[in-house]
């Protein structure tokens, strides 16, 4: 592995650790998860000027009023995401820097991740190209919509908080496929999980959460 991709001093192997151990602690018991998130290197998502905080379990600004989720957010999304036991592609809306993306293109066949931020999108994609995400399809189009071109999914995770769960994206979950999305519950926010089992949608939620807000439309 190349010195860039490896890190050093406050991105090194050991600062990598470090996070992991506080996701553990912070109760992510998926090793799976945790390795994935061991090996994608989070610094290199992020402005240089923050690389050395990339280790930090916080979210951190990556322009355009948006941020890089919380890695202990993604890896509880992600967790979610592997107790359904079937394989095919997952879907991601609000794709931001790319790091969610790359941490699901660990774990699953096909990742589709959506952003409706032009700049945010393209510079995502040459990303997670140079640092040979492959399964990772990038779409620049309103996410809330889905894709039903490349679905059925059987997960999908949203990174901005709506007030209601669109049918769009209930109608594009596989049979046994679960939705892990946050929503605005008045001032407060909830993340809730979604599944698609036979008898019907049912849905809990699992933890209080602060995510950027779901917006309509694309900016160029
Ligand atoms: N997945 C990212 C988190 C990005 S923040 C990570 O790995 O850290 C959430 C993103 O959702 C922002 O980039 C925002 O532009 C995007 N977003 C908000 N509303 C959206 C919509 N309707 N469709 C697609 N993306 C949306």
Redesign the pocket.
Known sequence: MNATLQGIGMTSARTRKRLIANLSDAGIRNTKVLSAMQDVPRHLFVDEALATRAYENTALPIG?G????QPYI?ALMCEQLLDVEKSGPVL??????????AVLSKLFEKVVS????GD?CRQARDRLFSLKFHNVHCMHA???QGFIERGPYIGIVA??ASNDVPEALLNQLAPAGRLVMPIERGSTQSLIVIDNNPDGFTEREIETVK??P???GIIP
């Open positions: 355009f948006q941020t890089i989720s993604v991601e809306i609000g794709t931001g820097c790319g790091y969610q993306a959506i952003e409706r931020i945010l309103d996410g809330f990174a901005a995510f950027v779901r917006v309509s």
